[in-house]
């Protein structure tokens, strides 16, 4: 309202009756012709009577989310990616902190999405990665559904505390199967990758693969630390997918900034669910945030196999800001490497 003019004041029953409306539209849901029919009047001069109830702040309208999370960026993102789902949530303070990678409170907040997500007969597949492995520590609500693993484990050794560990975790929350996978993520040369694919266990997760409907995964930057397979590889060989292009890492399947896939013989050598199988999944949520993962987040998307992404302020700057062709990628789910 400007401070030259003011508005006509309402007399009593005029504020009576709006307030009156209101109550039957913003509390009690019903429709403007509902109201319309109830007072005898237009539903045109309903929508003109709610519209001044807010102009003269009868009714008050607030939009509250939990502190931690920021409904505009995640909005913003969604819109941008063609992403089915983003929740965007909140970086540290602490500096040490946000410049580190995968914050743990996203692994809390993606379990609550995966709750919503996952529906009762649901096949849920998770992918090694500290962030699924966190996610699935925070988990405290699933409906029943089967629970298999993608991909291998970083180490052998670290099953227990590891993605095999994260499987069990969420059968167990859920009440449903568990198939985990007993085997590295990556083995030294493709013959014995393919005789592990062939072993019974094995073989009967990866059946499983077509039929999962929601999956939870992880992304790593080309860098020490902050990518799994790099860590992995020899000096020789991570100086080799560098120079291909390499920016981002998902389950063992390596990008170049625009997301299309490269390094193709690495997958041979690897236990991970295949990059076509991911596309046909109908939800791939990504659990990813940091500055230092910001753009390799951004290539992951542009490669259309993921739907759904749970990152932070951090991220969601930079994916916001970045001028790369594609905007809606995860909604179209198009294959980069063919279009």
Known sequence: ????????????AELVQAAAMARRFY?????????????GVSRFKVARVLETALERDL????????????AERSDALRARYGLRHAVVVESPADDAAADAADPENLGEVAADLLGELVAEGDVLGLAWGRSTIHMAAALNRLPPCTVVQLTGVYDAGTAERGSVEAVRRA????????????APMLLPDPA??????????????????DKVTVAAVSIGSWAPGISTVYDMLSE????????????AEMSAHLFDAEGRRIGRDLGERCITVEADRLRRIPEVVAIAGGQRKAAAIGAVLRSGLVTSLVTDTAAADHLLTE?????????????????
Do not use: C, N, W
């Not at 009714?59 to 920021?70: M, N, Q, S, T, Y």
């Open 171 to 182: 059968a167990q929350v859920s009440g449903g199967e568990a198939h985990p996978i007993y």
């Open 59 to 70: 009714v008050r309208i607030e939009i509250r989310v939990p502190a931690e999370l920021d």
């Open 27 to 39: 509390l009690e849901g019903k429709s403007k012709i509902q109201i319309a029919e109830e007072f």
């Open 192 to 209: 014995t990758a393919a005789a592990l694919r062939g072993q019974t266990g094995i073989a009967r997760a990866f059946d499983y693969f």
């Open 1 to 12: 309202m400007s401070a030259g003019r003011s508005a006509p004041r309402m007399g009593p």
């Open 236 to 247: 020789e060989e991570r100086a080799h997918y560098a120079g291909l292009g390499a920016a």
């Open 323 to 339: 001028s790369r062709p594609g905007p809606r990628p995860a909604l179209e789910r198009a294959d980069p490497d063919k279009v």
